[in-house]
């Protein structure tokens, strides 16, 4: 999974009076799940679940509240909308005589679901809220990308494409345009004030491996890479596409020998450890450090931060609930 911290990338944009999960990569394996989530500001001093003062020793993620989302365990992306305050959790119907998948939207002000809206045909393989309105734009095995009103809870724009899609993603820097990731190792670049078709396509040479994976990289003035474009994970490879003015550059970015020294490790039951495991790892981005490990009973696919009136939860979902984890002392 591509993530980025983009404030990470600008020590003068940290916010040093609030707890931000800035990255997080999730790693899912037959004998032992782990989910790592990074968090960023200088050691969450001032941050808790009811927004008051606490010692960065003291500040951990407690579970608040567990909520059932899919009898049938087809669960498999989260996304936020921060000014509805609601959770999108993609399922598929549970109405036979309307088969198909969605969204079930659960408000985070009690953490309780509400409406299901329904959007395609076959799974959905990824989503995003855009920034500036109630929209929600999703990737589906149907090979359409959709926007729907969270607002109306209607479909407004329906994108065919030539292959199954994997991967989407907003452009942060134009809110009109966006990205859509195929089956097939293409990214096809699209104006939403042309419903018709899109407007570039993006794909490395000599690879169709899935696009399984995309973030886009906002423009930053102030960081030593000001420039902006998104990034695309493959199977095998992981690229960069550098915006220029009229088209993009690629790069592919040589992560297969970074020489980090970090190694992650995965292992089978053992007589110590006798039954599967799945844990949530969670670290501080400012200094690298393990802030804590939180045991989880099921398989995590997807992991979001929710921040709403200065408290903070972090959401992980299964293929069937959601556990929500508060920010306290």
């Known amino acids: 999974m591509v993530a980025v911290d983009e404030d990470a990338m600008d020590e003068d944009a940290v916010d040093e009076d609030a707890v931000t999960i800035s990255y997080f990569t999730v790693s899912s394996r037959d004998n032992d799940d ?5 968090l960023s500001s200088s050691d969450m001093a001032t941050s808790s679940g009811s927004g008051g003062p606490h010692t960065a020793a003291a500040a951990q993620f407690t579970l608040d509240k ?4 899919s009898e049938a365990g087809d669960c498999r992306v989260l996304s936020y909308c921060p000014s509805m305050a609601t959770l999108c959790v993609s399922q598929s119907s549970s109405n036979a005589l309307f088969p198909g998948f969605g969204v079930k939207k659960v408000s985070v002000l009690d953490f309780k679901t509400a409406q299901y809206v329904a959007i395609h045909s076959k799974m959905i393989r990824d989503m995003c809220v855009g920034q500036h309105e109630n929209i929600l734009l999703s990737a589906s095995m149907d090979k359409t990308v959709r926007i729907t009103s969270l607002s109306s809870n209607t479909v407004v724009q329906t994108y065919t494409l030539p292959a199954p899609v994997w991967s989407c993603t907003w452009d942060k820097d134009n809110p009109v345009y966006f990205y859509a990731g195929m089956q097939n190792g293409a990214v096809h670049v699209y104006d939403t004030r ?3 078709t899109h407007i570039h396509v993006l794909s490395v040479e000599n690879s169709r491996s899935p696009v399984v994976s995309m973030q886009y990289l906002k423009y930053n003035p102030r960081s030593s890479f000001s420039g902006s474009g998104v990034i ?3 199977l095998d490879r992981t690229s960069l596409y550098e ?12 992560l297969e020998d970074d020489g980090s020294r970090h190694l992650l490790t995965t292992y089978r039951p053992t007589q110590r450890y006798p039954a599967v495991r799945h844990m949530l790892h969670v670290w501080d981005a400012s200094c690298g450090d393990l802030r804590q490990k939180i045991p989880i009973s099921a398989t ?4 979001r931060s929710v921040i709403h009136d200065n408290i903070y939860h972090l959401v992980a979902l299964t293929d069937r609930q959601i556990y929500i984890y508060k920010w306290s002392s």
């Open 243 to 254: 915006k220029q003015q009229i088209d993009y550059k690629l790069h592919i970015l040589p």
């Open 194 to 196: 042309n419903t018709l």
């Open 34 to 38: 782990d989910v790592v989530v990074s």
């Open 232 to 234: 695309v994970g493959q």
């Open 300 to 303: 995590v696919i997807d992991v």
């Open 66 to 69: 567990t909520l059932k989302i």
